[in-house]
């Protein structure tokens, strides 16, 4: 993940604070709102690791092909998560 759960953390507080100073939202719950936002981020900002990894092992399952047919790893890797990017509509 490009950034540390901490900062996520702050990032959430300060969208909350933003939000009830402008009048989009009002609660009594702050904190609980803040912890829920922090989840959807961190959710979101992982999903490039997560796609990476299921690159990884989808490279692992053709590894003995991809060396049979001298395929170059890092070509392979952008495919991959090319189509898997396309696939989850993700944007990254």
Known sequence: ???SKEYVGYLARQVVKRLQTHHFIQ??????VAE???SAMIDELSLEDRINDEVRVILEA???EMRNRGANYQEMFKKVKNELVRKYKAVL
């Open 1 to 3: 993940m490009l950034f």
């Open 27 to 32: 609660t009594r719950e702050a904190e609980k």
């Open 36 to 38: 829920r936002i922090q």
């Open 62 to 64: 053709y590894s003995d």
